[in-house]
């Protein structure tokens, strides 16, 4: 298991200023270090190729774009992700049922819980578990 005290970095791509702003201050009171937040696909994109995070918060529609291409990159590094999106489950795609996703809207201690178990699954996956 991961030490405690190791400072965990989390990437927020999220378009919808006061979500965004929820999101960061939830995450930095409970010890994370925040990357983003990422408002546009492009943006994401870019950062999804670049930084580096222990997990991503993703944002399903993001001004009008779906932010898949994003999961994949973030899949295809190894680094776990959570969508977001007022449609929970529904707005993962079939091709990609393993996908986890977070309704919203949410409560701050509920997305770090399911953040964490997409952490936990993905270390696991991996055998780090």
Known sequence: MDDPARLRRVMVVEDEL???MLIEDALREQGYDVVGPFTNL????????RESADVALLDVNLRGERVYPVAELLEARGIPFLL???????????EHADWAA???PFMPKDLTRQMEWVMERSRAKVGLA
């Open 18 to 20: 006061l979500v965004a």
């Open 102 to 104: 977070c309704a919203k």
């Open 84 to 94: 977001l999106s007022g449609y929970g489950t529904s707005a993962v795609p079939p």
């Open 42 to 49: 492009p943006d994401a994109l870019a950062a999804a190729g």
